[in-house]
């Protein structure tokens, strides 16, 4: 793997790649509060088969573009970035990978540009639209969602988040994620202004519009220990997509599946990839 800088008009992003430049492109985001890193696994394996991934360190997690305020996380924001960062490499067309808010980011992306999408696969995350109708009517899932409302409201959230070595950061990895990783994370968050801004993409507000359904090849993999996400939504989620749709249940794997199941995910990946054309 190698280390990547793209300069985007909302700046710099730094990411990790490996495969053949001419490669089929594969471009992965990451989610809270985690950096590319989370997908080397899947890197290693997509590369080995000749495809071209790249897994930036999204908005925010990037020294070089790291807004402070969180209206500059909106969700459209986060869709023009992938665009930006795909346009600088020269992508007029790639499949797009998502876990957590990545997934969040990947659904808007493949539903504002599905031309630019050649498939779709999204890691934990439900359809957003899933999503709402089932935080409206499942009482499971807003239990499940309520963390999300302190992390928005609690202006102390950051400084306890670090505090004691940041055990609380330390604690969402459960032991479900490779030692290593973990202290890369915890790391990288320390860094002056990280971790607000990671937190901002929670308290960016809600979307501008609504999303609807999405007409590209998509994969949902979704574990039964997911803390975050409930069954619900992840069975509702399939209503949301008009296009192929495969829907893979990973028993007793948390919500950290690219980490704590990576060779099961990076098969389903190399099977949907295989599925849906070739470049």
Sequence with gaps: MIQLSIPTDAGVFDAIAAGPPE????????????????????????????????????????????PQRPEDYRIGLLVDDVVA??????WAAFDLVGHDW??????WTAHAH???????????????GALATTLRTDQDQ??????MLDWRETPATEERMLA?????????????????SAEAYVRHLSQPGALTAALNWYRAGRPDGAIGVIDVPTLYVWSTGDSAFGPTAAQETGRWVNGPYRFETLQGVSHWIPEEAPET?????LEHLRAHGEY
């Design 23 to 66: 490669g089929r492109p594969v471009l992965l985001l990451h989610g809270f509060p985690q950096t590319g890193l989370v997908w080397q696994r899947q890197i290693e394996a997509l590369a080995a088969y000749g495809y071209r991934v790249v897994a930036p360190d999204q908005r925010g997690y990037s020294r070089g573009a790291r």
């Design 85 to 90: 960062i795909s346009e600088e490499l020269g």
């Design 102 to 107: 990545g997934g969040a980011v990947a659904w």
């Design 114 to 128: 599905p031309g630019r999408v050649r498939t779709l696969t999204v890691v934990s995350t439900p359809h957003p």
């Design 142 to 147: 807003r239990k499940r969602s309520h963390y």
């Design 164 to 180: 004691d070595d940041a055990q609380e950061v330390r604690g969402f990895f459960a032991g479900k994620v490779p030692q290593d």
């Design 265 to 269: 995910l990076s098969r389903l990946l």
